[in-house]
């Protein structure tokens, strides 16, 4: 096939997925005109104490976005924009937007995937769960050894410029996952065909945009993104399983850092940074408790994420909140000695 074949195949694609995409918000305007005006943010706004995880495991992102939600309200806020005609679109520190139908938001809702106050965290789940599928696709773009050079770049533009396939995408991958995170490949291609075609994509061009399934690797890195990240697209598995806090963190606040309890110094000074406020840091629990007291205790959970609140340096206490919104009551935020801190917890994260 022609470069100019090539480029001409591909974005004819894309014009027509885009109008697509117009026709489908269009028939979400009633939907979002009827969930009325407000109901974006509930009555605490972008804040730590409006997030409450749902029935999947999906503390690192929960956790994250409240740290977020406390470092940088504003920054949130900014990032969700309003499409007139239905729907969000979702602005990164780096990347493309990622567009958010209402059907979408509310099927997260209908299925527990989360119970924060208003939408904006339902918003950006899925937002975040579309950006991790780019991010993979334009990866296994780059290192095909069977798509030509020269397309290489057409394909990429395309990728980032297609904000319909996301959420075809994004849709197959919740129909067929498992609680384990793993995909079949023959069901997740006939499910993004019809993902496709519900957008109003054609049986063949929708067969063209599936096809990179059939490339060295493609299947493969969409296999191992979403496993990463099986919690926000439906499956259920423990923070040991999933995608670490900090590329949550990372996605708003543009850079992020991880590090081990162990090492105290550099903790101590990132908990100062918190105190001073604009940083956003969570920290993870051990995968058993590493003493009798924490089993005993109202707010010890194994392999869970928290959102690190404050530190009281002279003290010495540092309180934190279970995503959960609760653990212990009334909304999951508690106070403990520093020195449970670095016991119960094992590593944590941090905007830098």
Not at 132 to 153: C, N
């Amino acid at each position: 096939m022609s470069s100019q074949l090539v480029k001409w195949s591909i974005r004819r694609s894309v014009c027509r997925v885009t109008i697509a995409l117009c026709a489908v918000l269009a028939l979400g305007q009633a939907a979002a005109r009827s969930q009325g005006s407000n109901s974006l943010y509930g009555p605490d706004g972008v804040s730590p104490k409006a997030v409450r995880q749902g029935v999947l495991g999906s503390c690192y992102f929960h956790a994250s976005i409240a740290a977020v939600a406390q470092a940088a309200p504003d920054k949130l806020r900014g990032a969700i924009i309003a499409i007139p005609s239905g729907g969000y679109r979702v602005h990164f520190s780096q990347g493309p937007d990622e567009v958010v139908l209402p059907e979408d938001v509310e099927y997260g809702r209908t299925h527990s995937f989360d119970r924060s106050e208003g939408q904006w965290v339902g918003v950006l789940m899925r937002a975040y769960a579309q950006r991790a599928v780019r991010l993979s696709l334009a990866a296994a773009i780059q290192k095909s050894t069977l798509i030509p050079d020269f397309a290489k770049p057409v394909a990429i533009e395309w990728l980032q410029s297609s904000g319909p396939l996301l959420v075809a995408y994004d849709r197959a991958i919740r129909s067929v996952v498992n609680q384990n995170g793993m995909m079949d490949k023959a069901a997740f291609k006939q499910a993004l065909a019809q993902q496709l075609s519900t957008l109003g994509v054609t049986g063949a061009e929708a067969q063209t945009m599936a096809g990179f399934l059939d490339e060295k690797g493609f299947f493969d890195a969409l296999v191992l993104t979403v496993d990463q990240n099986g919690e926000v697209f439906g499956a259920y598995k423990s923070m040991g399983q999933g995608d670490i806090p900090v590329r949550v963190i990372e996605a708003f606040m543009g850079s992020a850092r991880a590090g081990f309890m162990a090492d105290q110094p550099p903790l101590v000074k990132q908990l100062q940074r918190l105190h001073q406020g604009g940083v956003a840091l969570v920290a993870g629990t051990w995968g058993k408790p590493p003493n009798a007291q924490f089993t005993v205790s109202n707010w010890w959970v194994a392999a869970h994420v928290f959102t690190v609140l404050d530190y009281d340096e002279s003290a010495g206490t540092v309180s934190l909140r279970n995503p959960w919104g609760t653990r212990p009551a009334p909304d999951g935020s508690f106070t403990i000695p520093l020195a449970d801190f670095l016991g119960a917890y094992e590593s944590y994260s941090y905007s830098d």
